[in-house]
């Protein structure tokens, strides 16, 4: 074998000595702490291109995958329920939970407030997200019924990493949901849901963003079964989250039309992401995949407040991108892109809705799945969108600029 596959983690103050046919760990006093090698189940395809041009094409095109994985062996049809082994909550504890804090940073936390959504709407418990870099510097209040999630694919924010000491050493209950296993952010929570996505090595993240929503979808529907959400919701969630792989691969299917879409507009130098509601955390999460990609100014906002400031910029130069999912707020979606239109705006509209022929100057149709679920189908075309006005641009997609996969310098 011309890898290892072998590791063995180092805890803070910890150190390794190695040599030819042993190996020992100590702290820095020279006491033995007999660390014991953990089996890493990844082979070196699994960090190969595999005829992909790039790796985040690659990524994007692992996600029906990559969701399947994080399903196997969750979700329980008896009691129409998700089944978290690392999630160290007994039903009891699930009733002690007032609140629910995703923290997490860039992409995470976008996730982290599709998860609060999520948890929100399926268990009934007010929850809601925070950048895991601010954390530490605004002397949080952190309650004991308060469960907080630490977000993170690398699992080596040192941000997200200083905020879950910060809640340690307040006392804070804190799960992880990290994608590298062994990594410090889940070694320090002990405890939490792993992602599952595979290896991520593109630096703009795709599947672990969908893994994250698809873990919070199910922690949700855990919690919500503890609380009031009935058997047939239940159901409802479980038969939806089946649903998705085939969802995404069909999404995935129709990437030339979304390619196209994007070369249309690939030369604004600004573009608008609005979403209200279950599309917010939709919209800032496309808007954050542009311009960390292709460098185009990308800014998200809530459709709602549109008209308290940001229409002034609209104009035929500044194309929105929309996200208009077909649920009770579908009327006023419609009027957010009348709005834009009547000022000349050019707006493309991400949908699972049939909208009125001629409404929006481009839409990306994606299948319908549950109202609670839709945002992570919603998500998947502006991975794409991104990938493609990049590509257009002659970005270094893999690398941009100034970005590193894993930040961990403060
Ligand atoms: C976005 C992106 C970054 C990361 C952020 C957190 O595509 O790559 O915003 O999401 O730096 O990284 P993790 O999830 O490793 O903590």
């Known amino acids: 074998m011309r890898h290892t596959q072998q590791v063995v983690y180092l805890d803070d103050g910890e150190l390794a000595t190695v040599r030819a046919h042993e190996f020992y760990t100590s702290t820095l006093e020279a006491r033995r702490t007999d660390k014991v090698p953990t089996t890493v189940d990844l082979t070196s395809e699994d960090y190969e291109l595999g005829g992909y041009a790039d790796y985040m094409r690659k990524e994007i095109h692992e996600q029906p995958d990559a969701v399947r994985r994080a399903l196997l062996g969750r979700l329980d049809d008896r009691f129409a329920t998700a089944r978290l082994g690392g999630i160290e909550v007994t039903a009891r504890d699930v009733h002690s939970i007032r609140r629910v804090t995703?923290?997490?940073?860039?992409?995470?936390?976008?996730?982290?407030?599709?998860?609060?959504?999520?948890?929100?709407?399926?268990a009934r418990i007010p929850a809601d997200a925070e950048p895991a870099s601010e954390f530490r510097y605004r002397n949080p209040v952190v309650d004991p019924h308060t469960l907080f999630v630490a977000v993170s694919q690398s699992g080596e924010t040192a941000d997200t990493l200083a905020a879950v000491a910060e809640l340690k050493r307040k006392g804070g209950r804190v799960a992880g949901a990290v994608n590298v296993v062994g990594s410090s952010i889940g070694r320090a929570c002990g405890n939490g849901i792993f992602l599952h996505a595979g290896p991520e090595v593109a630096v703009a993240s795709t599947k672990a963003f969908t893994n994250m929503a698809v873990s919070f979808a199910m922690l949700g529907l855990l919690f919500g079964r503890v609380r009031d959400l009935s058997v047939a919701?239940?159901?409802?969630?479980?038969?939806?989250?089946?649903?998705?792989?085939?969802?995404?691969?069909?999404?995935?299917?129709?990437e030339e039309a979304i390619a196209e879409v994007a070369l249309r507009?690939?030369?604004?130098?600004?573009?608008?992401?609005?979403?209200?509601?279950?599309?917010?955390?939709?919209?800032?999460?496309?808007?954050?995949?542009?311009?960390?990609?292709?460098?185009?100014?990308?800014?998200?906002?809530?459709?709602?407040?549109?008209?308290?400031?940001?229409?002034?910029?609209?104009?035929?130069?500044m194309p929105t991108v929309t996200i208009v999912p077909?649920?009770?707020?579908?009327?006023?979606?419609?009027?957010?892109?009348?709005?834009?239109?009547?000022?000349?705006?050019?707006?493309?509209?991400?949908t699972n809705a049939d909208l009125p022929s001629g409404l929006a100057d481009a839409v990306i149709k994606v299948p319908c799945n549950e109202p609670e679920l839709n945002p992570i189908l919603l998500t998947v075309p502006l991975q794409l969108?991104?990938?493609?006005?990049?590509?257009?641009?002659?970005?270094?997609?893999?690398k941009p600029r100034n970005l590193a996969k894993s930040v961990t310098v403060e």
Do not use: N
């Open 102 to 122: 995703f923290l997490g940073c860039g992409s995470a936390y976008y996730a982290g407030q599709m998860g609060a959504a999520l948890v929100e709407e399926l």
């Open 233 to 254: 919701d239940g159901r409802r969630i479980v038969a939806g989250l089946r649903a998705l792989p085939g969802q995404i691969a069909e999404i995935l299917a129709g």
């Open 326 to 350: 077909g649920d009770e707020l579908l009327a006023k979606h419609v009027a957010t892109i009348e709005e834009v239109r009547a000022r000349g705006g050019p707006v493309v509209a991400v």
């Open 385 to 398: 969108f991104a990938y493609h006005t990049a590509q257009k641009l002659g970005r270094d997609i893999d």
């Open 265 to 317: 507009y690939a030369g604004a130098q600004h573009m608008f992401f609005l979403g209200r509601v279950r599309g917010w955390s939709v919209a800032r999460e496309g808007a954050q995949k542009l311009k960390e990609i292709s460098y185009v100014h990308a800014e998200a906002y809530q459709a709602s407040e549109l008209k308290h400031g940001p229409l002034a910029l609209i104009d035929q130069s």
